[in-house]
């Protein structure tokens, strides 16, 4: 079974911290995906990659920016997290197209 | 840009019973994917079934199919024999052929489905 994993389930910043958020993936997949999900507003995609040290900005990068050096691991990364940044982020990786198995999540709380 | 609505914020429906989830997608292309994911109270977001664009027959996965009609970009899924652990939010997912394995998909905002005993 694909495992994909992310560093916390919870965690709680203050304003203008810079924050990481980890995810790992085990079965080789090229590609990898950070969404961020919010009451009302489903899932939206904030970046993705579909190499090592490759990105792409989703939907809604503003305030984001990632990292991918190794191909198992991607890495979220909020400069200076802003209270309007709490919210749960999902990790999602994909081999094939189209299916993405995704992380339990990080719920995020900037206070 | 493609869309995806779905119109129920929360379903309920008795234990044993079948209940149909409705989903509506806008795009301009041709060959596409289309999914439910369901998310239990845990998080775990979990693939429940996929349709692709191009096959007329409807998906099915156990209890849970799919009514899916392109002319009218409406992709419904219904739960047969609902049981307590089909509770969770319903997703969903629409992914463009043509993003080669490295687009994301964009979703619906949700249904939350709730199971009564």
């Known amino acids: 079974d694909v495992k994909v994993t992310q560093s916390s389930r919870y965690l709680v910043k203050r304003t203008g911290e810079k924050v990481f958020l980890e995810c790992v993936q085990d079965?080789?997949?090229?590609?990898m995906f950070w969404y961020r999900q919010d009451p009302g507003l489903g899932l939206r995609l904030i970046y993705f990659?579909?190499?090592?040290?490759?990105?792409e900005k989703g939907d809604i990068p503003e305030g984001y920016s990632v990292s991918r050096e190794k191909k198992e691991r991607f890495s979220l990364i909020l400069e200076s997290a802003s209270t309007n940044q709490t919210s749960m982020y999902l990790c999602?990786?994909?081999?094939?197209?189209?299916?993405?198995?995704f992380g339990p999540g990080t719920r995020l709380t900037v206070l | 840009a493609q869309t995806v609505t779905q119109s129920q914020p929360e379903m309920s429906v008795q234990e044993a019973e079948t209940v149909t989830l409705s989903c509506t997608y806008d795009?301009?292309?041709?060959?596409?994917?289309l999914f439910w994911y369901k998310q239990p109270p845990s998080r775990q977001m979990i693939l429940v079934i996929r349709?692709?664009?191009?096959?007329?027959q409807n998906a099915t996965e156990n209890r849970f199919s799919v009514n899916f009609q392109k002319a009218a970009k409406s992709f419904s899924l219904k739960i047969s024999d609902s049981q307590l652990g089909d509770a969770a939010m319903y997703f969903c997912a629409y992914f463009p052929y043509s993003g080669g394995g490295a687009d994301g998909l964009t979703f619906g905002k949700g249904t939350h489905l709730i199971i009564q005993p």
């Open positions: 990659s579909y190499d090592v040290k490759m990105k």
């Open positions: 079965m080789d997949h090229e590609n």
């Open positions: 795009t301009s292309e041709s060959d596409y994917y």
């Open positions: 999602a990786s994909s081999l094939v197209l189209n299916e993405q198995f």
């Open positions: 349709q692709e664009a191009y096959k007329q």
